[in-house]
């Protein structure tokens, strides 16, 4: 079965400093790896997918095969960042089986 | 489009009532997710719906629990007697198929006292 681990429940940094949200997961087939972001009082949102290689809000996550790992990243952390984010896999392969969450890393930015 | 929809946006009742929970997804999204999030377990998924069908309901906690999809603009998460370990957000969320970025509702806060 998949796991997605986020060993962080809280992580606080201060503005400006860089940010790094770890997540592994536990997939024996080839996943697809997202991160979700949910503002205090808000929906879960999309933030990106590791599919498309892109960087939104300054983040960006790359996918580790050999360590199975798929960390966020942003080299300057802004105070409007600070909120709950989830690392998600899918499985490929057949069907939209549910995404598999981790429990989450509440990030606090400070200013 | 609105988004998903979920109704109510908050639900307090007492241990032993029934409770129904309510969500309208993307017009032209296949796929209809129901996930409760807590602060112990985190997000996890109770049941999905591919084209109205309920696929895997493996994730339902018991069966006071229940989901229904009559059609593709709504679907229902019933609590059948409630309790209070069934205090927790619950979320829809919806896709199209071969795109697995969900689009979330706000959520229904359930809390069962």
């Known amino acids: 079965a998949q796991r997605v681990t986020q060993p962080e429940k809280l992580l606080s940094v201060f503005k400006g400093a860089p940010v790094e949200l770890k997540c592994n997961y536990s997939?024996?087939?080839?996943?697809?790896l997202f991160w979700y972001v949910q503002y205090s009082r808000q929906r879960l949102q999309l933030l990106l997918r590791h599919i498309s290689r892109e960087s939104i809000k300054g983040f960006t996550a790359d996918l580790n095969k050999g360590e199975t790992s798929f960390h966020l990243k942003k080299p300057f952390a802004q105070e409007e960042d600070s909120a709950m984010y989830y690392c998600?896999?899918?499985?490929?392969?057949?069907?939209?089986?549910?995404?598999?969450f981790g429990k989450g890393t509440h990030l606090i930015i400070q200013p | 489009d609105a988004g998903v929809i979920q109704s109510p946006r908050h639900e307090v009742t007492e241990m032993g009532q029934e409770v129904t929970l309510r969500c309208k997804p993307i017009?032209?999204?296949?796929?209809l997710f129901w996930y409760r999030q807590t602060m112990m377990r985190g997000l996890e998924l109770l049941i999905y719906f591919n084209n109205n069908v309920p696929i895997d309901d493996s994730g339902m906690p018991e069966d006071r629990f229940s989901a229904k999809m009559p059609n593709a603009s709504f679907s229902t998460l019933k609590i059948q007697p409630s309790e209070p370990r069934d205090s927790a957000v619950y979320f829809c969320?919806?896709?199209?198929?071969?795109?697995?970025?969900?689009?979330f509702g706000s959520g229904t806060r359930l809390t069962v006292v």
């Open positions: 998600a896999l899918h499985r490929t392969g057949g069907g939209a089986d549910g995404l598999t």
């Open positions: 997939y024996s087939g080839s996943p697809e």
């Open positions: 017009s032209g999204h296949d796929y």
């Open positions: 969320a919806s896709s199209l198929p071969g795109h697995y970025g969900y689009t």
